[in-house]
Nanobody, 126 residues
Framework: QVQLVESGGGLVQAGGSLRLSCAAS????????MGWFRQPPGKEREFVAA????????YYADSVKGRFTISRDNAKNTVYLQMNSLEPEDTAIYYC???????????????????WGQGTRVTVSS
């Protein structure tokens, strides 16, 4: 059983930065692709970013491309989401997720992910 725990959320002013972390336990971290999703208030969950097992391949939603960076440290069993130039529209609960499927490419499809964290709240004030 894989457990994922997010941290690093909080309140930040527009234009600011935050770095989210997601620590994994209970499995071999380098065996699964990782993704970040978010759920804004009153809206459905949406894809943010994903990364391959080695970290060599990444994939971003258009809304965050150029502002957010996903990375991973397989030695620390942790995936990160560096968020810069934050906007009020980035306000959401952010979730990390693990994908055990055999494909190489990271995916933006939530149903492909097997394990999810509890989420960390990010609030961006204007």
């Amino acid at each position: 059983q894989v457990q994922l725990v997010e941290s690093g959320g909080g309140l930040v002013q527009a234009g600011g930065s935050l770095r989210l972390s997601c620590a994994a336990s209970g499995g071999t971290f380098s065996n699964y692709k990782m993704g970040w999703f978010r759920q804004p208030p009153g809206k459905e969950r949406e894809f943010v970013a994903a990364i391959s097992r080695s970290g060599a391949s990444t994939y971003y939603a258009d809304s965050v491309k150029g502002r957010f960076t996903i990375s991973r440290d397989n030695a620390k069993n942790t995936v990160y989401l560096q968020m810069n130039s934050l906007e009020p529209e980035d306000t959401a609960i952010y979730y990390c997720a693990a994908d055990f499927s055999g494909s190489y490419r990271p995916t933006n499809q939530a149903h492909e992910y097997d394990y999810w964290g509890q989420g960390t709240r990010v609030t961006v004030s204007s």
